[in-house]
């Protein structure tokens, strides 16, 4: 799929272009990178405030939020909703090269940043 790699950077550049899909994709939990992020009030209280990682790596983020929420993945493309408490998860293969914003849409918190390749 790297062939779509350019249109990535467009993407990258609408951050505020959401689609809102609400897909949700079963985590694999096999050979990925599972990053935890916790979120209250809006802000992040736990997890990093960005996540690298090598092109092709497979990679499952899991929010947690005090509310309910949608998390979406910029330039993936990937949501998923999210419960009070309960959390969340989209996992995917990092094979688009960008950084790319990670957010919640209700409370518009900033996750975190996702930076693949380089
Ligand atoms: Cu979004």
Redesign the pocket.
Known sequence: MRRIGGIAVAVLLAVTG?SGSTGSEPANTTGTRTVKFSITEGKRTAGPEEVAVRTGENVALEVTSDRADEL?V?GYDKAAQLSPGVPGTVAFTANIDGIFEV?L?KSGAAVTRLRVGG
């Open positions: 959401c979406h910029h957010e849409h």
